[in-house]
Nanobody, 121 residues
Framework: QVQLVESGGGLVQPGGSLRLSCAAS????????MGWYRQAPGKERELVAT???????NYVGSVKDRFTISRDNAKNTVYLQMNNLKPEDTAVYYC???????????????WGQGTQVTVSS
């Protein structure tokens, strides 16, 4: 069974930094795209950033030049480095991965349990 386990959330002051990690575990064939989403209270879940298996990245406009997504394919792990954090970045951050469970099978999207990021003075 595939699991995504996140870590690295917490409370930080405006202008501070945090690094989120998400590791995929279990039995699977390969991982395609990985990404981070977030959901603030009373709002819908939104895409933050994605990264392909070859390293191509995509960001929502509000985090460009502040957040960096990366991955370590050998460790099946995706990271989100968040710098110059703002109060509006406060949300639960979710990891997502598009995983092929076996050869010649279709991929399935998996979600982590979420990690809270709070930006406040």
């Amino acid at each position: 069974q595939v699991q995504l386990v996140e870590s690295g959330g917490g409370l930080v002051q405006p202008g501070g930094s945090l690094r989120l990690s998400c590791a995929a575990s279990g039995s699977f064939f390969l991982i395609n795209d990985m990404g981070w989403y977030r959901q603030a209270p009373g709002k819908e879940r939104e895409l933050v950033a994605t990264i392909s298996s070859s390293g191509s990245t995509n960001y929502v406009g509000s985090v460009k030049d502040r957040f960096t997504i990366s991955r370590d394919n050998a460790k099946n792990t995706v990271y989100l480095q968040m710098n110059n954090l703002k109060p509006e970045d406060t949300a639960v951050y979710y990891c997502n991965a598009d995983i092929v469970p076996r050869t010649l099978s279709r991929s399935t999207g998996y979600w982590g349990q979420g990690t809270q990021v709070t930006v406040s003075s």
